[in-house]
């Protein structure tokens, strides 16, 4: 008869001096589109979807600055005929590392918004890395 293996056995502790890190990024969105501000939620739905985009803008900027953190704030025209943002202006805001300004600008123009109306509004986005 084969003996079974005792797996009440203590195995090793091999992992005594090990450390481990999590880091989670957040991003938040707000969105006030003044007159039209029935489709905020809908809007910031929308823009939130694209965060795995905007989380590589990030940490692709982080690659540079360590300390890139804070939010944007943007003006914007949405085009009624193309269903993309038109115009976007930065505003505002804490973060002031160029590449990441750049990448979230180009990839907001890129979101094919749902609502079909010429829309003003301004734009909110948050990036905070724990």
């Known amino acids: 008869e084969v003996p079974l293996y005792n797996i009440s056995k203590r195995a090793p502790d091999i992992m005594k001096n090990v450390s481990t890190i999590t880091k989670f990024l957040s991003i938040n969105v707000e969105v006030d589109l003044l007159k039209h501000n029935n489709h905020n939620s809908e809007l910031a739905h929308t823009i939130f979807t694209q965060s795995p985009y905007l989380k590589n ?49 180009k990839e907001l123009l890129q979101i094919a918004i749902p609502i079909r109306k010429t829309m003003v509004g301004q734009l909110k986005l948050s990036f905070d890395y724990r």
Do not use: H, M, W
């Open 57 to 105: 803008c990030f940490l692709s900027a982080r690659q540079d600055d360590k300390r890139v953190g804070g939010f944007i704030t943007y003006n914007f025209l949405v085009s009624e005929a193309s269903g993309n943002i038109k115009i976007i202006r930065r505003s505002g805001g804490t973060i002031v590392a160029p590449k990441l300004q750049d990448c979230v600008t």
